[in-house]
């Protein structure tokens, strides 16, 4: 099992991005997906969360900015950015802390590859 996080880059400050993140085909349902990011130097941060049903929380540095959605037909998760500061510039990260795959094998702290955020003044 793998997930897969997309959509980082280069973008003037203000603007926006949308990250994804892709659990592999063989998984038959996820409960909470998080967006921790890591700046060079600093701690992990947790960013957004998004429960099974659908309940969302946010750090307090994104609350109002940034929108975290999930679709669980596709086994996806996103993570819409808006009015991007510089200060947001990271390695994004996704996680699952339980999947059940098809084979109704249960997997714990599932983490994508990160997705590198860059936001320039």
């Known amino acids: 099992v793998q997930l897969q996080a997309s959509g980082g880059g280069l973008v003037q400050a203000g603007g926006s991005l949308r990250l994804s993140c892709a659990a592999s085909?063989?998984?038959?349902?996820?409960?909470?997906m998080t967006w921790y990011r890591q700046a060079p130097d600093k701690q992990r941060e947790l960013v957004a969360t998004i429960t099974s049903g659908g309940d969302t929380m946010y750090g307090n540095s994104v609350k109002g900015r940034f929108t975290i959605s999930r679709d669980d037909d596709k086994n996806m998760c996103y993570l819409q950015m808006n009015s991007l500061k510089p200060e947001d510039t990271a390695v994004y990260y996704c996680n699952v802390d339980l999947l059940v795959t098809t084979g109704f094998g249960r997997i714990r702290d599932v983490w994508g590859q990160g997705t590198l955020v860059t936001v320039s003044s």
């Open positions: 085909r063989n998984v038959f349902r996820i409960n909470n």
